[in-house]
């Protein structure tokens, strides 16, 4: 298979909130998302799985979430026996960007881009003197993948903090989040990076306006 733009960036939506299921003759893709805030951005991903898998998919409500599945045997020995992706339980604290990707800087940012638009987060603080004072950070439970972002994001002259989350979550996992705060870094990710999912493209560009 191909690694290409398309691929990078589906993959990125996998390391994010996205799962390999292989098992018992079973090969089957997910990614969940916010029934909310990701309806839209699951329309990108339904485009973006048919066009490089060939797949027609659905994003459905289950669990009150929003859920895609497709199956697969080809894409998921792909993603497992190519790309070396962890799969099944305990995926979280293993994942990490594949080394094809990594190596190319043009691939890895949309890979981050899809690692963005589903584990991101784009908001405003107040800080002394500054009423909204705006960042992205993105949370993974992957100490390896937060090192991954922290070094890829540094090289693209980013400015960017790795911090380790004081409060486990409901697992009982560490919370890494990477960190890019003020808006210069948030134009430079707009300009450098950006979203496909469109709620958080637009959250970006209302505080780029601030």
Same mark, same amino acid.
């Given at each position: 298979m191909e690694i290409n733009e398309r691929t990078a960036e589906l993959v990125g939506a996998i390391i994010g909130d996205g799962y390999i299921y292989c098992k018992n003759n079973k090969y089957q893709i997910g990614i969940v998302g916010n029934p909310i805030t990701d309806k839209e951005y699951f329309e990108k991903l339904k485009e973006l799985i048919f066009l490089e898998w060939k797949k027609e998919v659905q994003a459905k409500f289950r669990f009150r979430g929003l859920r895609m599945v497709f199956n697969s045997k080809e894409v998921c020995e792909f993603l497992i026996n190519d790309l070396k992706m962890p799969h099944g339980k305990g995926k979280g604290e293993k994942v990490i960007i594949p080394e094809i990707i990594l190596n190319d800087l043009n691939l890895v940012k949309y890979t981050i881009r899809g690692i963005a638009d589903t584990d !991101?987060?784009?908001?405003?603080?107040?800080? *002394? !003197? @500054?009423?909204?004072? *705006?960042? @992205?950070? @993105? =949370? =993974? =439970?992957? @100490?390896?993948?937060?090192n991954q972002l922290k070094e890829i994001l540094t090289k693209m002259n980013f400015r960017v903090s790795l911090r380790i989350g004081k409060r486990k979550n409901m697992i009982g996992l560490t919370p890494y989040r990477i960190g890019l705060y003020g808006k210069w870094n948030l134009k430079k990710w707009m300009e450098e990076i950006g979203f496909s999912n469109l709620y958080k493209h637009n959250r970006a560009m209302n505080y780029l306006e601030l």
């Open positions: !991101g987060s784009v908001f405003v603080s107040k800080k *002394p !003197g @500054i009423e909204k004072y *705006p960042s @992205i950070e @993105i =949370t =993974t =439970t992957s @100490i390896n993948l937060a």
